[in-house]
């Protein structure tokens, strides 16, 4: 079992930055694949950016691209996203996710441990 622990959310304006934590605990952080997604209110939930074991590949949606960063320390179990430019259209909750498969994936599916989530609102 891995138990995630997310921080940093909160209300900001657009424009703006957040930086988002999760703290692993349980099991050994760097055999997993580290994901945030988030669920804006009526859509589904969407990855937003995944990162690999050692933190050398990661993986971007096009709607963060540039905007988001992805970052991990695994001496630390925590994984972080650096969220700049924010826009309202980044208003959701964010979870972040553990995977236990050796390629990155991007679908819900892939990640079988998730935290409880913390509120990230953009107002305009």
């Known amino acids: 079992q891995v138990q995630l622990v997310e921080s940093g959310g909160g209300l900001v304006q657009a424009g703006g930055s957040l930086r988002l934590s999760c703290a692993a605990s349980g099991r050994t952080f760097s055999n997993y694949v580290m994901g945030w997604f988030r669920q804006a209110p009526g859509k589904e939930r969407e990855l937003a950016a995944a990162?690999?074991?050692?933190?050398?590949?990661?993986y971007y949606a096009d709607s963060v691209k540039g905007r988001f960063t992805i970052s991990r320390d695994n001496a630390k179990n925590t994984v972080f996203l650096q969220m700049n430019s924010l826009k309202p259209e980044d208003t959701a909750v964010y979870y972040c996710?553990?995977?236990?498969?050796?390629?990155?994936?991007?679908?819900?599916?892939?990640?079988?441990?998730w935290g409880q989530g913390t509120q990230v609102t953009v107002s305009s």
């Open positions: 996710a553990a995977s236990h498969y050796r390629n990155m994936r991007t679908d819900i599916s892939g990640y079988q441990y």
């Open positions: 990162i690999s074991f050692g933190g050398t590949n990661t």
